[in-house]
């Protein structure tokens, strides 16, 4: 399976982006992929507190240390990019990863 980490937006409209980046992940499963979204993963309770700015920088850094290891970074736009998915963007860039820009199937 292709490595991938999922760029999609987490502040702002919280529940409405934790919908969002679940259909994400269904999505790249649905293409075969083996996704990561460290987002979805790290902000669970009891794990980091996305609105306290130092974990949020710790979750952020600790996600973009697991692109080493993906294939690609795949940004899905249907909501607009953040400045968490801009950082994203911009370490795959830096590394030499490929970087792909998807929509849903039906749009958001």
Do not use: K
Request: aromatic share 8%.
């Amino acid at each position: 399976m292709r490595r991938v980490i999922l760029e999609s937006p987490f502040a702002g409209d919280v529940e409405a982006n934790l919908a969002y980046a679940r259909a994400c992940l269904a999505d790249c499963l649905r293409r075969g992929e083996a996704p990561l979204a460290s987002h979805l993963l790290y902000t669970q309770p009891g794990v980091l507190d996305d609105d306290d700015p130092a974990e949020r920088a710790l979750g952020i850094e600790a996600g973009l240390a697991w692109g080493a290891f993906a294939d690609a970074t795949v940004v899905y736009q249907d909501l607009g990019i953040s400045r968490g998915m801009q950082q994203g963007i911009n370490r795959a860039d830096a590394e030499g990863r490929d970087v792909e820009f998807r929509w849903l199937d039906g749009g958001w």
